[in-house]
T-cell receptor
Framework: QKEVEQDPGPLSVPEGAIVSLNCTYS??????FMWYRQYSRKGPELLMY????GNKEDGRFTAQVDKSSKYISLFIRDSQPSDSATYLC??????????FGQGTRLTINP | GAVVSQHPSWVICKSGTSVKIECRSL??????MFWYRQFPKQSLMLMAT?????????EQGVEKDKFLINHASLTLSTLTVTSAHPEDSSFYIC????????????FGQGTRLTVV
């Protein structure tokens, strides 16, 4: 079993829809949770950074962490074609290396 | 967010030659830098972790004599692919983390290496 599980998709939704992306994990030591967006042939771009459980909102993006269920989510509201990319969840236990999910390929159709 | 600059963005080299990739943190001091390799449609594979002024820690299966990592300053780390072969062709990405206890990691733009 992988430490971090993420459905690779692909996921295709119409423009304006709410997108829900999720990851589950098995290591209870993880405390720091991140979501990255990666366009083709580019480096990942940090979207959201969350410590421990709770919600965090930034514009159209909302990150949720449920440590009791070992489950994290990223919601994208009013999705745009420019949101089409691969979304990677990542997490760590502190001063340790990041552990990444496989990435979900998302396409927003105009 | 913080800026990490990686150079070059793409490079083509002949088999048997060496290639150096640079990773710079432009607006912060990076105590730790990471080097990843990414195959098409796959996630990032960590190759090594480097801390300023000390030897890099390589992941299992990564040849340290082939992938030389130097982290000479708090803003610069380099990855040198020595005696490159076509199977080393890949997308290499660096990331940098600010300070101890802060685990936000920022990524460079990536380097596409093609060995012919």
């Amino acid at each position: 079993q992988k430490e971090v599980e993420q459905d690779p998709g692909p996921l295709s939704v119409p423009e304006g829809a709410i997108v829900s992306l999720n990851c589950t994990y098995s290591n209870s030591a993880f405390q720091y949770f991140m979501w990255y967006r990666q366009y083709s042939r580019k480096g990942p771009e940090l979207l959201m950074y969350t410590y421990s459980s709770g919600n965090k909102e930034d514009g159209r993006f909302t990150a949720q962490v449920d440590k009791s269920s070992k489950y994290i989510s990223l919601f994208i509201r009013d999705s745009q074609p420019s949101d089409s990319a691969t979304y990677l969840c990542a997490m760590s236990g502190g001063a340790q290396k990041l552990v990444f999910g496989q990435g979900t390929r998302l396409t927003i159709n105009p | 967010g913080a800026v990490v600059s990686q150079h070059p963005s793409w490079v083509i080299c002949k088999s048997g030659t060496s290639v150096k990739i640079e990773c710079r943190s432009l607006d912060f001091q990076a105590t730790t830098m990471f080097w990843y390799r990414q195959f098409p449609k796959q996630s990032l594979m960590l190759m090594a972790t480097s801390n300023e002024g000390s030897k890099a820690t390589y992941e299992q299966g990564v040849e340290k004599d082939k992938f030389l990592i130097n982290h000479a300053s708090l803003t610069l780390s380099t990855l040198t692919v020595t005696s490159a072969h076509p199977e080393d062709s890949s997308f290499y990405i660096c990331s940098a983390r600010r300070g101890a206890g802060n685990t936000e990691a920022f990524f460079g733009q990536g380097t596409r290496l093609t060995v012919v």
